[in-house]
């Protein structure tokens, strides 16, 4: 990212963009940009209509908001999945304030790594063989031992270079971790090994949102806990961070805090400022009269005359295929309901009551104005889908 006289530069793999206030157009340019009528741009620039903004200054608010919350504990940012769609590098390079991040795969880690991310890097529970643990160990990389394969290959691997270690107990996911006693005779033999640097315990919600589960959860990680050597211990993801300080120990590992979302049956945490706007442009509007159908299998008719939008986004660039009639979007200052099928490039909304609207007018999916967790409501989903099904098509741009 760099500044030009137009406005800022963005580079990604495909394209060099340019963003020119105040008519808020970006164009795929190295040219001069004369001004641009209302929604056309210029013959020297080509418009992009699917883009995504990340406030990286949000991003480094949210931090500080969850740090006020679990000042005693460390906090790994989970960075996971390009950054729960954030984008993977920017994210990690604009949080040095963050203790640690977390990854899914190795490739993420090895990304962070070779762009000089320094801090702690967790690979969450995942199939290494030795090649890749002996990388793991070179890059400063730290591991989970989440069951017998995973741990004897560990335990192979620190007898040749050293590791650090989280060692997983399974308390009701029931998708990766120990039972409770092999959990105690893991944790004896890691302490055991001179090849294992540091041990951290950890487990992880399954239902963080529900008090009960919650509970159950973490008293049964306590108690095989208290069976063991002492040694730091993680839980908390960002439901249970926000509901169960009791649960905070010695490291958190919010992941959609930090991009600015409250879990949906967390309390809300007003504080917290939506990270992504993904927005798009008003490409087309028709008149329509009552009884028109709109889009794929005209499963929305218009029910008056209508003036319909087409909307220069679609399931391709990630927005949901599922979203109802209905669903929300944020145009001129108010908000107006989808209409018919989204299709693959485009999606179309009911404009009659928002005469001002015209051609080229910004339009918000989502973001400070529309949070990401309604219009996953509307589309029988959750925000953290809405985010990583962005796709690369989709300009992202840090400001
Ligand atoms: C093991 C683990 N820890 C922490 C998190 C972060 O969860 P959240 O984004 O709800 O804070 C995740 C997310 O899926 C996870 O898998």
Not at 49 to 59: F, K, M, P, Q, S
Not at 187 to 216: C, K, N
Not at 240 to 264: C, D, F, K, N, Q
Request: a positive charge; glycine letters at 8%; hydrophobic letters at 40%.
């Amino acid at each position: 990212m760099r500044n030009s006289r137009y406005g800022r530069i963005v580079d990604n793999d495909c394209f060099t963009l340019e963003f020119a206030p105040p008519d808020g157009h970006w164009g795929i340019t190295d040219r001069p940009r004369r001004s641009t009528q209302k929604g056309y741009p210029t013959k020297a620039t080509m418009q992009n209509t699917a883009i995504a903004t990340v406030d990286l200054t949000a991003i480094r608010h949210n931090l500080e908001v969850i740090r006020a919350r679990c000042s005693h504990s460390r906090v790994m940012v989970m960075v996971k999945a390009n950054a729960y769609g954030h984008g993977l590098v920017q994210v990690a390079q604009g949080l040095s304030a963050a203790d640690a991040f977390g990854v899914a795969r190795l490739q993420e880690a090895l990304i962070l790594r070779d762009r000089g991310i320094r801090q702690r890097v967790l690979l969450l529970a995942t199939l290494l063989n030795p090649a890749e643990l002996a990388l793991c160990s070179e890059k400063n990389i730290d591991v989970v031992a989440h069951d017998h394969v995973s741990l004897e290959s560990i335990l192979a691997q620190a007898r040749l270079t050293p590791l650090r270690v989280w060692l997983k107990l399974d308390t009701g996911m029931h998708r990766a971790g120990f039972s409770d006693e092999a959990f105690v005779s893991a944790d004896r033999r890691l302490l055991e090994h001179p090849g294992i640097l540091e041990r951290v315990h950890m487990t992880h919600f399954s239902r963080a949102d529900d008090a009960a589960s919650r509970h159950q959860q973490s008293a049964r990680f306590f108690r095989c806990r208290s069976r063991t050597t002492p040694t730091p211990a993680s839980l908390a993801n960002s439901g249970a961070l926000i509901a169960s300080p009791e649960t905070h120990a010695e490291w958190v590992r919010p992941g959609l805090m930090v991009y600015g979302v409250t879990p949906t049956a967390a309390p809300r945490v007003p504080e917290l400022r939506p990270a992504m706007t993904l927005h798009s442009f008003i490409i087309s509007i028709r008149e329509l009269d009552t009884g028109e159908p709109v889009g794929y299998d005209g499963c929305w008719t218009t029910q008056r005359p209508s003036r319909i939008g087409t909307i220069g986004i679609g399931y391709g660039d990630g927005y949901p295929r599922h979203a109802r009639n209905g669903t929300p979007l944020w145009i001129d200052g108010r908000l107006v309901p989808l209409v018919g099928r989204v299709s693959m490039d485009s999606l179309t909304v009911d404009l009659t009551d928002c005469e001002s609207a015209a051609v080229g007018d910004r339009v918000e999916l989502w973001g400070p104005h529309l949070p990401a967790g309604t219009v996953a409501q509307h589309a029988d989903t959750i925000p953290y889908e809405l985010f990583t099904s962005i796709q690369n098509r989709v300009v992202r741009v840090y400001v």
